[in-house]
């Protein structure tokens, strides 16, 4: 899944004795060298640490040197004395991978908040659990809401705002927000917040297909962490309420204990537990009417509405793919959550990009189709200093994509999506901090470099600006390409 040049970093490592021989210059791509250069990373870290500032190294060779090789010594002490058989060998360097992709997350990065016999609600991992170079996002977390047909999800609120959109079925959702109730039927494609704090439920109206929704949330409380509340839906343990003294609720609704009893905890015997509840088709008949509760009184109230995104053109459409882009001029909600919304839709066999995002950290989920994308990452690279120079180098970050794969492309990040299986590959995309965003081809048609001057392109690439033009001009598709496959070349 990963892959992670070595090259370059080793040499400040060779200087200090554990060199693996493998100087700059022969493209390896080696995972187990990964294990050696983080550990040698985390020295040079503590080192320059201890020693006082990030340039210990130059001011204060005395200590750093010393340091350094005190550090080494021991680590081959503890390694001698450790077990290093081939499980915890594969172990580490599992998680040193991981860490060095820090980008992509799958199925196991989830973890289910609800799961019932009739649906689920699964929510990512923090984003800086995982890594540092999240911190600009570390008050989003992302997850996936599935029901079953027919099922109603019982009243809750989160402590986040919420951005949800439909990647499949039909339902009803319906947010009251004081002595106002508002009821919205929603589909495939729609886009719709839900503001931290405001009870919503929700119905799967459909006979047949699950509803499935796919969910950005900014939490409002302690950063990054999300919590639900929840009437629990009849099971005491599951409910806010059971939290309070019965005295407490007794007084506070002026009933008796036996009435307090029917809010929390006298769920009838043949009923299910838990939010996910299966309904009669009475029941969503009278629940799916839109917009049948109070109106609010003066006419001035916000409605709280839904946006499909095939509302309007698509941005850019050809025979490879569909790219569909929702920003607050289209639909203002957005502007309160600071968030722009695309949906890719990629034909099998082709791509979309390279590209990047100019502001918006852009979370990639797949709720449909098969793929794999790569990314040009600064983070995960070192500078190049060879020969007296300072150059940015850039690691090739990769990986499948399946369904409810989860991938984080930061503001500037050039990155390919590439559908692969036997369907199209559908991607949303959440473009967090920036209800605005742009995005800029880095190929084919209006790519950035098609408005340089000749001179600009010579000075450039070393070479005369004509024959770099038909370089640059060839492709005349915007976006969506064939993928290499199927143009008749492989991916390196
Ligand atoms: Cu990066």
Redesign the pocket.
């Known amino acids: 899944m990963v892959v992670v040049r070595v090259n370059n970093a080793q040499d400040k490592d060779i200087c200090y004795g554990r060199g693996t021989g493998r100087r700059g210059g022969d493209d390896q791509y080696d995972v187990i060298l990964v294990e050696e250069e983080q550990d040698v990373r985390k020295m040079v870290e503590q080192c320059h640490q201890s020693c006082q500032g990030s340039q210990g190294e130059q001011q204060r060779p005395q200590c750093f040197k010393p340091c350094m090789q005190k550090r080494f010594q021991d680590q081959g002490k503890s390694q001698r004395g450790r077990d290093t058989s081939r499980p915890e060998r594969t172990r580490r360097t599992d998680k040193q991978q991981q860490s060095n992709n820090p980008y992509v997350f799958e199925d196991h990065h989830f973890t289910a908040r609800l799961e019932t016999e009739h649906g689920n609600v699964k929510v990512l991992q923090k984003f800086t659990d995982r890594s540092d170079?999240f911190q600009g996002i570390e008050k989003y977390r992302v997850a996936f809401l599935e029901a079953d047909p027919q099922t109603f999800i019982i009243p809750n609120h989160w402590d986040a705002d919420a951005l949800i959109f439909v990647a499949n079925g039909r339902g009803t959702i319906t947010l009251i927000e004081g002595d106002s109730r508002q009821s919205h039927n929603i589909k495939r494609g729609d886009l719709f917040p839900v503001p931290a704090g405001i009870t919503a439920y929700l119905i799967n109206r459909d006979n047949n297909e699950r509803l499935v929704l796919a969910k950005i949330l900014h939490t409002v409380s302690v950063p990054g962490e999300l919590q639900l509340f929840s009437v629990g839906g009849g099971n005491a343990e599951s409910s806010f309420y059971n939290a309070f003294s019965t005295e407490v609720l007794e007084a506070a609704f002026d009933v008796d204990r036996d009435s307090i009893g029917r809010l929390i905890g006298q769920q009838k015997q043949e009923q299910e537990q838990g939010i996910f509840k299966k309904a009669t088709a009475e029941q969503i008949e009278s629940l799916t009417q839109e917009d049948k509760g109070r109106k609010w009184p003066f006419g001035e109230r916000k409605e709280k509405g839904t946006h499909s995104i095939y509302k309007n053109e698509p941005s850019v459409a050809n025979e490879n793919g569909i790219l569909h882009e929702v920003d607050s001029n289209d639909f203002p909600d957005l502007r309160h959550c600071n968030v722009a919304f695309s949906f890719f839709n990629i034909t099998r066999g082709s791509m979309a990009g390279p590209f990047y995002n100019a502001k918006a950290t852009q979370i990639l989920m797949v709720p449909n189709g098969e793929g794999r994308f790569e990314m040009a990452?600064?983070?995960?690279s070192e500078q190049d200093t060879r020969g007296g120079q300072i150059n940015p180098t850039y690691e090739k970050v990769s990986s499948k994509l399946r369904r409810r794969t989860v991938v984080v492309v930061?503001a500037g990040?050039p990155v390919v999506i590439e559908s692969t299986g036997e369907q199209n590959l559908e991607v949303i995309g959440f473009g967090l901090k920036s209800d605005e965003n742009e995005w800029f081809p880095l190929a084919g048609r209006d790519n950035v470099m098609s408005q340089w001057e000749d001179e600009a392109i010579e000075l450039t690439f070393g070479s005369p600006a004509r024959e770099v033009q038909k370089v640059i001009q060839k492709q005349n598709q915007k976006l969506f390409f064939k993928s290499p496959a199927r143009s008749g070349r492989a991916f390196a």
């Open positions: 170079l990452c600064p983070h995960l930061p990040h």
